[in-house]
Structure formats: structure tokens, C-alpha cells
């Protein structure tokens, strides 16, 4: 048995620890060492010294930098490991349990919906709020600036009709009659200072600035950084100029009142250049004074004023107020005493939003885990199919598209169930069609009959695995030899057993008899096979056979030709010559003679037999090897050539011709050549 030690932060040094059968794993990624570490090996010496050195001890050498200390592994193991290492370890298996689970693509959707969800709510409501909070607090400011416009424009109409009154500067002269008019314009501008002139007309009034053209002006204007509503009218009257000013500064006790009017509170009215207070400010000061709900940061009031020396407008913060959140709800609430018309609709409205984005986070949550389960159920299932279970199937909940992808991927189990059994079928046909293959090569000769003057071969490429042609040889005896070449009608297994049959039948027919005087002629041989064949593997079969007997003594070749292609004779001097003589395929007509040719062979001549699909190969454009180029080839050949070699050559050729394009008929070739 194996002793284990995981230890940690040991190098070079452990090597200094004596034991016969110690073994070293190191980690090349570092070479730091630590005393604790060595030390906590070191203690563990004794008991590597006690181990019997029939077994090894392996030892693994990393390179942490964590402190070390023992544990037990297992009941012959010992762990020397860092504990930094194993809390490490169990944060390492909660990340990769959290990898695990964020992998899962139910997870990933849940909080991506979730997270989005709830992000978009928040950001709506904090959008909500911040406009709200904008609106109030601006609006606010906007009542104090509104209230200053009104009363500017107001009081414009105030000074005339006092005027009206003075006909000339008697008033001048009258301190009653002149201290009864200004009480009256203080009266009518409260908080006002007013100053009422009378000059003569031949003195020029010195005591306007510049820019003013005009006898009246009214509006708010800025005098040594001062913030005030000024009036000025100048008028002539008999005998003098009147000439009325009238200050209303707007100071701290005036804004207080104009602020309290409106429910709000004054917290600063020392008047600032806006352009200042937004240096002073910030855009962060700003932004939290207008938009953050709640926020103690005043928000200024403005107004635009003109400098009174220079004529120039500038705008100026001349308050800051705190505005009050509910008595501003409280007052856009109610028209008088009775609630808003519109405070109802909107609380149903928002209350209509907040259930319509419910009911969406609703449906997509479960839109989500309804597209989950059907992945989850597709990734099993193909699961199960990578296995080879094809019984797996998925459950249709509903008619969409996922339910649609499920019935799909349940018609494509079912499919591939059938293709798997038909796959099984497959191959088990053509296990049998491998075995009919090999049984079908051993009725074929194995080896050729020895022949005194002569030699005879056979060669037969089947279209397919199986052949529907047939070759066969029968050895009488030394001098006489029997040729069959035969091509069934059809291809494959129906055409390869009518072969077989018609190989039986001939034997049966030729071997049975052991005088030559009672063996059957070639055309005896024909119409008995005619007969047998005619009609036993229905109407429409028949097979095409040449036969004939070779006597070599006599050089005597005696054959018939039942509807085969015609053999070619290569005669000794290398001339080429078709023998068309042949009569009807056997098996179509059961009551039919065929006629017994003959022809005698010269030394070194040869006869070729052969099947048609010899001269019917194609090459790859369709054109047919035909009987033409078979003589062709024939004529090429040179004098005294073998039979084999005749069989070697004509295959080569047509097997040249036809590169490239599928073969689709059985081909046979048989020679007899004479020495």
C-alpha cells in the first residue's frame, strides 16, 4: 500500500531526509521555503522511518506560502497542508458552487429579469421623485420671484393720481401740504422711502444716470449692491419740475413677509451675483439643492436687476428659502376646500403603472422560467439521445414556439429511433450480404483446371456486393474442358441466388454423368437448363450463357451462345474476329432448340467471353467502353499471351475507362488460349 503526503512550502532541503523508498514530486513554479513547513515534515520523519520499504512513499512537493500543518487523509495516508489552504479551499467550493449555479442558464435569466426589473423601478421612481422634487422646490422660488413682479408691476399706476394733485410748487413752500403727500406714497408703498423733489424749471435735472432717457421708470434695480424695487417719475407743473422717487428695498423683513405669505422660510438674504453663487456652489451643490429629495440646501430666488449707474442687467440671488414638502403637496392637492379633480386620477394612473409593470415583471419571470424548462428539458433529453436512449421525450405544455421546438425535437427522437432500427436492419443486411459475398467467392473457381495445350482463366467484378454473373469451369478430363459464362438479369441478391441456381442446375446436369459418351452436348446442356429456368423465378427473368467444350487433342471448340455478346477469336497472327452466330437468352421460351457451333483453334490463338458489362462501362461522361474498343484492345495485344494476361489486360483497360464514374453492371471475363 501507497503512503500519501500532500506537503506544503518543502524544496530542495527535503531531500536531506533519509529513506530508502522516498519518492519526489516537486512543483517547478517556485522555490520558497518556510521553517514551519519543514519543521511540520521533520516531525512527521519517525513515522516515514517506520514505514516498511515494501512500500514507497510518495511525497508531493508544492510551493504555497501558507503555514502547514497535519492531517489525516485516509488510514494509511498522512497530509501535511496549509490551513490557510483548506479555508481556501471550502471559499473555492462555494465560488465554484455560485460558477455552477450562474452557469445554469435558469439562474442567469432569473437574475437578469430580476436585477433589470428592479433597477428600472428604482430608476423610475428616483426619476419620479427627483422631477417632483424639482418642480416643488423651483416652484417655491418661483412665488417669491412672481410675488416681486407683481408688485412692481402693481404699484406703477399708484403715483399718478398723487401727482394729479400738485398744480404747482406751492407744496414746496408748504411743509403740512408736503408731509401729507409723502405719508400718502409711504401708505400706498409699504416698507418704502420716497423722495419728492420740486425744481425749478430753469435748473436741469443732473440727478439722473446716464442711460436714462426716459421721465418714469419702474423695476428692480441694483444701487452699490443694494437689491431694491425703484420708482421715478418726473412731471412739469406750473412753475417748477416734480420729480418722485420711490425705494423699496428688498431687504431680510420684506422677504421674510413676501416668503411667509407663501408658507416658506428665509434662510439667507444677503443678496449674491447668480454667477457667484454658482461658483461657490458647484454643480454638485446645485444639483443637490434642486434635485435630491429632502435635501437641507437652500434653493435661491432670482430676479434680474439693473445696475443703476451702469443701465446693465445682471441676474442676482437675492434670497435663499427652504421650501415646505408638505404644504405644498397639501395645496396642489385641493382647489379651496375641497380635494383636486385631478389628485384622484393621478394616484390611479400611478397605481395603474405600478400594477401594469408588476404583472410585467410577473410574466416575464415566468416567461423566463417557461423558456428555462424547455432547455432544461431540451439539454437532458439530448443528453439522453448523446447516450443512445432515444425513448426520451419532452412534455408540450403549450402550443407556441417552444412547444413547437419540443414536438420537433420529440419527431426527431422518433425519427432517429426509426433510423436507428433501420440502421440495425441495415447492417444486418449487409452482414449477410458480407457473408453472401464470401459464400459467392467459393462458387467461383478457386483455382484453374490444368489443361494439355491450353489454359483457360475467369475474373468477375460485381457491380455490387453480390454478382448476378456466373463463370465456372468443368474438367472432364486432361484433354477436354467445359466453359460457362452467364449474366442474370437484375443486380444484387435476387440475381446472385438465380445464379447459384443456374450453377446447381449445370453441374447437376454435367457431373451426374461419368461416360463423356452421356454427358449432354452444349446444346443439349442449353435447353435443358432453358427448361429448368423458364419460368421458376417468374416471367421476366432469363439469363444470357455461353457454353462450350474444348478438346484439346483435336483443338476442337465446341459451343453455344444463348443470347451472351458475341466471343471474339484472336487468332495466332494477331487478327481479330466476332463470332455473332448465337441464338435467345434461357429461361423466356420453355420449348426452344439451340443450335451447336464450332471453330478450330490454332496454336496460340485465344477465344474472349465476356459479359455485357464489359462493353457497357461508362467513363465519367457517360460514354460507353463499347465492343469497338474491346477490339481495339484485343489488337494491341502481343502474340503468345496467356490467357491470364489477356484477363489482367482487358480489366486494367475498362477499369481505366471507367475512373471516376459508378459502376452498374457486373462484369466477366473468360479466355482460353492454346499454346
Known sequence: MRLKFWLVEISSLIRAVSHPDLKFIEDESERHIQRAALQSFLAHKQKLQSVSSNHPVVVFVSHARDAVRPCAVGDN???IECSDRAQSGR???????????WAALRWKMMIIFSFFSIVSVAMITCFSIALLNVVIRRESAFLIEERIKVIVESRKGIIDPVLNRIDGCEYASNAALFSLFTEYMS??????????????????????????DSPTFTGIVE??????????????????????????????????????????????????????????????GESEANFIPGSWRPIPVVVVARNWESGSTESWVICKIRPGYSRTIADLSRIGLRRASWFGPLISIGFGLCLAYACGVFFSLRLSRRIVSVIDSLSYAAHKVGSGDFSVSIPVAEQDQ?????????????????????????IILERDIALAHEAQQYLYPRVAPVLWGAEVCGITAPARIV???????????????????????????SAALMMAHLQAVAHGRMLILEQPSARPSPSALAA???????????DNRYATMFYGEYDSSARLLRYVNAGNCPPILISATGEVTVLRDGDLPIGLFSEITYRELGITLSRGSAIVVYSDGLIDALDFQGREFGEERLVSCCKLLPKGTSAESICTFLSQRVAEWSAGAEQFDDTTIVVLAVN
Open 223 to 284: 444701487d452699490h449692491g443694494k437689491i431694491e424695487i425703484r420708482f421715478l417719475r418726473m412731471v412739469k407743473r406750473k412753475g417748477c419740475l416734480v420729480r418722485v422717487v420711490v425705494r423699496v428695498p428688498l431687504g431680510e423683513a420684506y422677504l421674510s413677509q413676501s416668503a411667509a405669505a407663501s408658507g416658506l422660510e428665509v434662510v439667507d438674504s444677503q443678496p449674491m451675483i447668480l454667477r457667484r453663487y454658482r461658483h461657490d456652489e458647484g454643480l454638485v
Open 187 to 212: 401708505a400706498s408703498w409699504p416698507g418704502s422711502q420716497t423722495v419728492v423733489s420740486m425744481l425749478p424749471l430753469e435748473v436741469q435735472p443732473v440727478v439722473n444716470p446716464p442711460w436714462l
Open 528 to 538: 435443358m437448363l432453358n427448361r429448368d429456368l423458364c419460368g421458376r423465378f417468374g
Open 91 to 101: 471559499e473555492g467550493k462555494t465560488f465554484l458552487k455560485l460558477s455552477n449555479a
Open 467 to 493: 454478382s448476378g454473373d456466373l463463370y465456372d469451369f468443368f474438367s472432364f478430363d486432361d484433354n477436354t474442358v467445359g466453359l460457362l459464362c452467364a449474366d442474370v438479369s437484375g443486380k444484387g441478391m
Open 402 to 426: 417552444l412547444g413547437l421546438l419540443a414536438t420537433s425535437f420529440n419527431t426527431m427522437t422518433n425519427h432517429l429511433r426509426d433510423l436507428r432500427e433501420q440502421e440495425k436492419q441495415r
Open 77 to 79: 495516508d498522512i497530509c
